[in-house]
């Protein structure tokens, strides 16, 4: 059979586009890669599961069509196309071109036009065609041999509509009728404005009384009251709205089988192109592991606009936005075998002498371990790598038994402990955390390009290849050429020759020098010097010792947990069971779903996946719930089995063999906001908000009989943040009279005593006081307390009023944003927003919520973070046996002596509260208990 993809460009650009408007891809330079990498992955995967025989993009021109002509309004309130959308669409044409597959457009005529009439006429001549779309206006294109492919999202699989579907999904006879319900309906997007009063649901109802608009206009008498009006005085803009939505099928195009032949890619076209948008998964997934961003970006010159013609001013970059500082690649394509490097293998015991004499008079120092694997609570060294000069490396092989390993070690501590020289790392909490393991406690002024990358430009970014590539225009060797690629099969570092571990170990620490060489400017450039050598840095030391302290799990605990919830997760089973009169695998989605909706009949629209079952996640189980109360025993049934599988069983597999605890790993570098992120386990993740979750806590024990836990939490600290930044005197005076805030703004919004204020009132006010830091809106608060919007809107309004500093904070925060590109927290975080002056109502308007909530969030982050490291220092300092052990958002938890217990809580309230300097008191809260749900 012949197939013949059809892809909808811009439809396609824009979706990818905002999938990741929320995480952004930006290459090193600036540009926004997110419409580029989005749209090439779609269609590298259609490529791979379809395998189309014949393919083609079709685009709109500028030039206006027949719509236009007929109705001036079309179109028209369509919003800007956002600044980095604009300046991609040229990458895209690229990419298209590199992939050889022909782009079709037509003066005068749409994109929908030009892929309806290619659509109709592939068929005619055998074709089986896919309109590649999210489109819905095609499915009125839909036959026998048309269908719409519409491409994955949000973690659901992409969907193929066929007639059948179409007819279900509209609750249509005909395919045609579509037409009538668009035009019916309208289209606020297109400003196709329809008939009045009339939305999908009741359009839907017309047609499958009625047939066609015609007929409902014939019949308009047999309507009642303002729907008989509105159709009788808008009959004709119905009509027109009609025509606007039907797809043109007879467009001056061209349709020749042999220009839509799908081709290989070019390699020549495409990996400049990787190179300059620094897609480095992509172009090994197109060219293989062979693929190198910066060799390839020897073939990268000048930029193209649409039309291939040059352009001086670099694509990315908005009107206002101050980017972290750039660089200049003078020399692309530089790797080990063309580049001059002095890279030595200290193997004797006379070599090691001459080496520690050396590192010895030095004032900073980069190290770097080799071990043979990723956890460094279970690794086990290879080497140690040393550099303190650019383009020199020194390796210190290391024995595979134990024994012979610490007399090395030995020789070295005098140089790693030494806490006048500075140690420099990329990720260099794994370096200590696997000498700690061998008795050695790295000490030293600490310079983590990782973490100084982050505070650079947090948004993209920061391992060391990549990093290397771009700022150095140097491709590391790869750890797959030594080891093997990724997958059970791998290899470690023991595996690999020493005189080839070499290279790449003392190559790692060389380009590590130099990154660091370069970041450090340019953190004093970003005023984010102070805030890598006093926070970030010293943090590393801090989370070391609690990843390797670990934290005690009562195994017991978890196993009868386990079982507890057997039971009832069986029990909602057999409910459902017994409510449905049937047994089945309530664990299969595809009998699920036929229960559901074919038994049930529950939802007589409901979608299905490619593979022709039905979908039954939980958005739509939760749009169902009201229903059935089957679904909720679904809801229940699942919840209880995602939680047994993901904590509860999941958490003794990964107590470690040699401690019997659980260590977590922390990550500094990820969230842009500066809030910490951990895994294995993610304990940010542990689930609170249930009685069932919150059962997970009693499992995290204190070390034995002499020991509790301790968990001190911040108590509202992001509102408190907020009344500080913003000298909210309103609500300062609530926080430094001890009032709680949520019923002093629920006294002052609804304009009564705090005496009178209700549970009811106080909730509502719990929700703007929370939900004006991330922007809410009134549409948002009324969905979010069930109430009208007008309510939620006099609410807000009145809490403005009553709060006006927060509103002068926000218009600030705003302008500031707008005038530099950026917000900061307290201690000078920056995040930056690249869209704040996007002409896009929608983009624009994301970036204005992160303006407005990372300076309180950040400053959060940055206060629990100085109040570890200080409390860490004073344990050290005092000589208690106490440690901390977990960090998740504004909570500490430590394991304490019990003779150590008022000590700690000391310690502990003392740094919580002047971590950072504040006008508004800062408050903590401390609980004491032999597990952590007792303690919290």
């Known amino acids: 059979m012949k197939k013949l993809f059809l892809l909808d460009g811009m439809a396609l650009i824009y979706r990818a586009h905002f999938a990741l408007s929320k995480n952004p891809r930006f290459t090193s330079t600036g540009i926004n890669t997110s419409a580029v990498m989005g749209f090439a992955n779609t269609l590298m995967e259609v490529l791979k599961k379809e395998k189309p025989s014949h393919i083609a993009v079709v685009f709109d021109t500028e030039a206006p069509t027949e719509r236009h002509t007929d109705f001036?309004?079309?179109?028209?309130?369509?919003?800007?196309?956002?600044?980095?959308?604009?300046?991609?669409?040229p990458y895209v044409f690229k990419l298209i071109e590199g992939f050889n597959i022909p782009v079709i457009t037509k003066d005068g005529f749409e994109a929908d036009d030009i892929i309806g009439t290619l659509a109709k006429e592939g068929e005619r001549q055998g074709f089986q065609v896919y309109c590649m779309t999210p489109d819905k206006d095609f499915a009125q294109l839909v036959s026998d041999n048309i269908f719409i492919y519409k491409p994955a999202r949000m973690g659901n699989e992409m969907e193929i509509l066929g007639v059948a579907e179409v007819l279900a999904k509209w609750e249509i006879e005909n395919v045609t009728q579509v037409i009538d319900i668009l035009g019916l309906w309208g289209d606020a997007v297109d400003n196709i404005p329809g008939i009045p009063g009339i939305g999908?649901?009741?359009?839907?109802?017309?047609?499958?009384?009625?047939?066609?608009?015609?007929?409902?206009?014939?019949?308009?008498?047999?309507?009642?009251?303002?729907?008989?009006?509105?159709?009788?005085?808008?009959?004709?803009?119905?009509?027109?709205?009609?025509?606007?939505?039907?797809?043109?099928?007879?467009?001056?195009?061209?349709?020749?089988?042999?220009?839509?032949?799908?081709?290989?890619?070019?390699?020549?076209?495409?990996?400049?192109?990787?190179?300059?948008?620094?897609?480095?998964?992509?172009?090994?997934?197109?060219?293989?592991?062979?693929?190198?961003?910066?060799?390839?970006?020897?073939?990268?010159?000048?930029?193209?606009?649409?039309?291939?013609?040059?352009?001086d001013q670099p694509a990315g970059k908005t009107a206002n936005f101050v980017a972290p500082p750039s660089f200049e690649e003078s020399e692309p394509s530089k790797t080990i075998e063309n580049t001059i490097h002095d890279y030595q293998l200290v193997d004797t015991p006379e070599l090691r002498k001459s080496l520690i004499a050396f590192l010895s008079d030095q004032d900073s120092i980069c190290v770097d371990t080799e071990t043979t694997g990723t956890d460094a609570n279970l690794a086990?060294?290879?080497?140690?790598?040393?550099?303190?000069?650019?383009?020199?490396?020194?390796?210190?092989?290391?024995?595979?038994?134990?024994?012979?390993?610490?007399?090395?070690?030995?020789?070295?501590?005098?140089?790693?402990?030494?806490?006048?020289?500075?140690?420099?790392?990329?990720?260099?909490?794994?370096?200590?955390?696997?000498?700690?393991?061998?008795?050695?406690?790295?000490?030293?002024?600490?310079?983590?390009?990782?973490?100084?990358?982050?505070?650079?430009?947090?948004?993209?970014?920061?391992?060391?290849?990549?990093?290397?590539?771009?700022?150095?225009?140097?491709?590391?060797?790869?750890?797959?050429?030594?080891?093997?690629?990724?997958?059970?099969?791998?290899?470690?570092?023991?595996?690999?020759?020493?005189?080839?571990?070499?290279?790449?170990?003392?190559?790692?620490?060389?380009?590590?020098?130099?990154?660091a060489n370069i970041f450090r400017p340019m953190l004093k450039d970003l005023n984010a010097e102070e805030l890598a050598r006093d926070v970030e840095n010293p943090l590393v030391y801090v989370l070391a010792d609690i990843e390797k302290e670990g934290v005690r799990i009562d195994i017991d605990t978890l196993i009868n947990y386990s079982k507890e919830l057997e039971t009832d997760i069986r029990k909602f089973e057999q409910n459902v069971y017994d409510k449905c009169g049937l047994t089945f695998n309530l664990a299969s989605p595809k009998q699920l779903g036929e229960v559901l909706f074919d038994k049930l009949q529950l939802d007589p629209k409901a979608k299905k996946t490619k593979t022709g079952q039905y979908q039954t996640g939980e958005d739509v189980l939760l749009a169902l719930a009201h229903k059935s109360d089957i679904v909720q025993d679904i809801l229940d049934f699942r919840q209880l089995q995602k939680l047994k599988s993901t904590y509860v069983d999941a958490l003794p597999l990964l107590v470690n063999p040699k401690t019997g605890r659980v260590h977590t790993s922390?990550?500094?570098?990820?969230?842009?906001?500066?809030?910490?992120?951990?895994?294995?386990?993610?304990?940010?993740?542990?689930?609170?908000?249930?009685?069932?979750?919150?059962?997970?806590?009693?499992?995290?024990?204190?070390?034995?009989?002499?020991?509790?836990?301790?968990?001190?939490?911040?108590?509202?600290?992001?509102?408190?943040?907020?009344?500080?930044?913003?000298?909210?005197?309103?609500?300062?005076?609530?926080?430094?009279?001890?009032?709680?805030?949520h019923t002093a703004t629920a006294a002052r919004v609804y304009g009564i005593t705090i005496e009178e204020v209700t549970p009811n009132q106080r909730r509502n006010a719990k929700a703007v006081n929370f939900g004006i830091i991330y922007g809410q809106s009134a549409f948002g608060l009324s969905q979010n307390l069930g109430i009208p919007r007008k309510e939620a809107a006099e609410i807000i309004e009145q809490y403005f009023t009553q709060y006006p500093g927060i509103k002068r904070y926000m218009s600030d925060t705003m302008n500031f944003a707008r005038e530099n590109g950026f917000v900061?927290?307290?201690?000078?975080?920056?995040?930056?927003?690249?869209?704040?002056?996007?002409?896009?109502?929608?983009?624009?308007?994301?970036?204005?919520?992160?303006?407005?909530?990372?300076?309180?969030?950040?400053?959060?982050?940055?206060?629990?973070?100085?109040a570890m490291i200080n409390i860490h220092k004073d344990i050290l300092d005092q000589g208690l046996q106490s440690k901390m052990t977990m960090q998740v958002h504004d909570e500490l938890v430590f394991d304490v002596l019990k003779t150590e217990v008022e000590a700690m809580k000391k310690i502990i309230t003392h740094r919580m509260k002047t971590a950072i300097k504040t006008t508004v008191p800062i408050e903590i809260e401390i609980g004491e208990g032999v597990n952590w749900l007792e303690a919290h």
């Open 666 to 741: 922390y990550n500094q570098a990820v969230a842009a906001t500066g809030r910490l992120s951990s895994n294995n386990p993610n304990l940010q993740n542990i689930p609170i908000r249930s009685d069932r979750g919150r059962e997970v806590r009693k499992a995290f024990i204190a070390r034995d009989e002499h020991h509790v836990l301790l968990s001190a939490d911040y108590s509202q600290i992001e509102l408190r943040i907020i009344a500080d930044i913003s000298k909210e005197e309103n609500m300062l005076d609530a926080f430094n009279k001890g009032i709680d805030i």
């Open 200 to 311: 999908e649901k009741t359009a839907k109802s017309l047609i499958k009384q009625y047939g066609s608009m015609e007929n409902i206009i014939a019949n308009s008498h047999e309507l009642k009251g303002k729907q008989r009006e509105n159709v009788e005085a808008f009959a004709e803009q119905g009509m027109i709205s009609k025509k606007l939505a039907t797809i043109i099928l007879d467009v001056p195009v061209e349709f020749n089988p042999d220009t839509l032949i799908l081709e290989e890619p070019s390699r020549e076209l495409l990996e400049p192109l990787f190179a300059e948008l620094e897609f480095r998964t992509i172009g090994k997934r197109v060219f293989g592991e062979g693929f190198s961003v910066t060799e390839a970006k020897g073939n990268v010159s000048q930029q193209i606009d649409l039309f291939g013609n040059v352009v």
């Open 824 to 866: 900061e927290t307290i201690l000078g975080r920056r995040r930056y927003l690249r869209d704040i002056n996007s002409a896009n109502q929608t983009v624009r308007g994301f970036a204005e919520r992160n303006a407005i909530n990372a300076p309180i969030q950040g400053s959060a982050a940055d206060m629990i973070k100085v």
């Open 72 to 89: 001036e309004a079309y179109k028209a309130h369509r919003q800007a196309m956002p600044e980095d959308l604009s300046a991609a669409l």
């Open 380 to 515: 086990e060294l290879v080497g140690l790598s040393f550099s303190t000069k650019p383009g020199e490396g020194y390796y210190v092989p290391l024995s595979a038994e134990r024994e012979e390993v610490l007399p090395i070690l030995e020789e070295f501590r005098s140089v790693l402990e030494n806490e006048k020289i500075a140690k420099i790392g990329q990720n260099i909490k794994y370096d200590i955390l696997i000498l700690k393991w061998y008795g050695i406690s790295i000490k030293g002024t600490l310079f983590d390009t990782m973490l100084a990358h982050y505070l650079i430009d947090p948004d993209t970014r920061h391992n060391m290849d990549v990093l290397s590539e771009n700022y150095l225009g140097y491709s590391p060797i790869s750890i797959t050429k030594l080891i093997g690629p990724k997958g059970k099969n791998q290899g470690n570092m023991r595996d690999v020759p020493v005189e080839q571990v070499v290279d790449y170990a003392a190559e790692d620490a060389d380009v590590t020098l130099q990154l």
